[in-house]
């Protein structure tokens, strides 16, 4: 039998779209931007380094509002988001066995998500690098590009501007790799598009057996 689970609570939804918009927005921008003799989506160059520096202040804005909601507001960032001993043990190799192998022979996800434990390991690790590591390096050095300037100093102090550069590029490949993946990874529900639909009504169906499914379930279900 089937049931719902109230997964993504609204602020968390519409952070991540703004967020998703954002991102390919600062990607299609930067690649005008980075490879301006080969790619021309937006006129011209000025243009384009406009909409990405708009870009990334959206994403810079949508990120506080994620932090905010997550630690102050639900206070649930730790709790979701940090992988457990035993993630980090079994449940890894547990969960990229499954993408890589027991998906392909019809075997069932080893992670159910409820509202206390949504991500599985992989999305844990994952997740957390992304928003707490690579999301506010980017938008750090991004700042950094847009203020040559007035922040002289620490452009120097971090190796100039070459370097920020650079690093600056190399972030923003680990994003597009991400994406990737990311967007691969979110069809893999019990149809393709059970999780984007989680990700825009917050609700996620999925099968239960009769015995859970009369007995206690945590969260909000119907
Ligand atoms: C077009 C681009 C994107 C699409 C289609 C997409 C799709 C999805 C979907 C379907 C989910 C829910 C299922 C899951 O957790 O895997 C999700 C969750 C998530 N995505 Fe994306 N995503 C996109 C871009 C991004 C970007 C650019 C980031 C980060 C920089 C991101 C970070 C996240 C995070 C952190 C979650 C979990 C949110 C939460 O419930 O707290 N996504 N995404």
């Given at each position: 039998m089937k049931h719902s689970v109230y997964l993504t609570p609204m602020p968390v939804r519409i952070w991540h779209w703004l967020n998703a918009f954002g991102i390919v927005t600062l990607i299609i921008t930067g690649l005008q931007i980075r490879f301006p003799e080969y790619i021309n989506?937006?006129?011209?160059y000025k243009a384009a380094i406009r909409l990405h520096d708009t870009a990334g202040i959206v994403v810079s804005i949508s990120y506080v509002l994620w932090l905010v909601y997550y630690l102050?507001?639900?206070?649930t960032l730790a709790k979701l988001y940090v992988p457990t001993t035993e993630d980090i043990r079994h449940g890894l190799f547990r969960q990229a066995f499954f993408y890589f192998f027991n998906y392909f022979v019809g075997r069932d996800n080893p992670h159910h998500s409820t509202?206390?434990?949504?991500?599985?390991p992989l999305q844990k690790v994952t997740y957390l690098m992304i928003m707490v590591v690579l999301l506010p390096l980017v938008i750090f050095s991004g700042f950094m590009l847009m203020y040559i300037a007035p922040l002289r100093e620490l452009i120097l102090m971090v190796g100039g501007i070459k370097t920020l550069v650079g690093v600056h590029f190399l972030l923003a490949c680990c994003f597009c790799a991400f994406l990737f993946i990311h967007i691969y990874l979110a069809t893999?529900?019990?149809?393709?598009l059970e999780h984007f639909k989680q990700m825009w009504d917050g609700w996620e169906e999925e099968e239960v057996q009769e015995k859970l499914a009369s007995g206690d379930s945590s969260g909000t279900t119907h």
């Open positions: 989506v937006f006129g011209t102050f507001v639900a206070g509202p206390e434990s949504k991500f599985n893999l529900g019990h149809t393709p």
